[in-house]
C-alpha cells in the first residue's frame, strides 16, 4: 500500500470543508438578492416587509449571523 500526504482525519476535514468557498459566494448572492429586494419593498410603500428583508439580508451574508454555528 502507498502512503498518503494526507492523514485520513485531514482528508475528512478537506471534504467537509472544502466547499465553504462556494457556500460563502451563495450567501453572498442570497444576501444581496434579499436587500435588493428590500430596497424595492420600501419604494412601493411596504415599509415593513422591505425592513423585514433587508435585516434578514444582513443577517444571512458574510460577516452576517448564522444559525448553524
Do not use: C, D, E, H
Not at 22 to 36: E, H, K
Not at 42 to 48: E, F
Request: net charge positive; hydrophobic share 55%; glycine share 14%.
Amino acid at each position: 500500500m502507498g502512503t498518503s500526504a494526507l492523514t485520513r482525519s485531514a482528508r475528512f476535514r478537506n471534504r467537509r470543508y472544502g466547499n465553504r468557498g462556494v457556500m460563502n459566494t451563495l450567501l453572498w448572492i442570497l444576501a444581496v438578492v434579499l436587500v435588493v429586494a428590500g430596497v424595492f419593498a420600501i419604494l412601493r410603500k411596504q415599509l415593513i416587509w422591505g425592513i423585514v428583508l433587508i435585516i434578514v439580508g444582513l443577517l444571512v451574508g458574510p460577516g452576517g449571523v448564522s444559525i448553524f454555528t
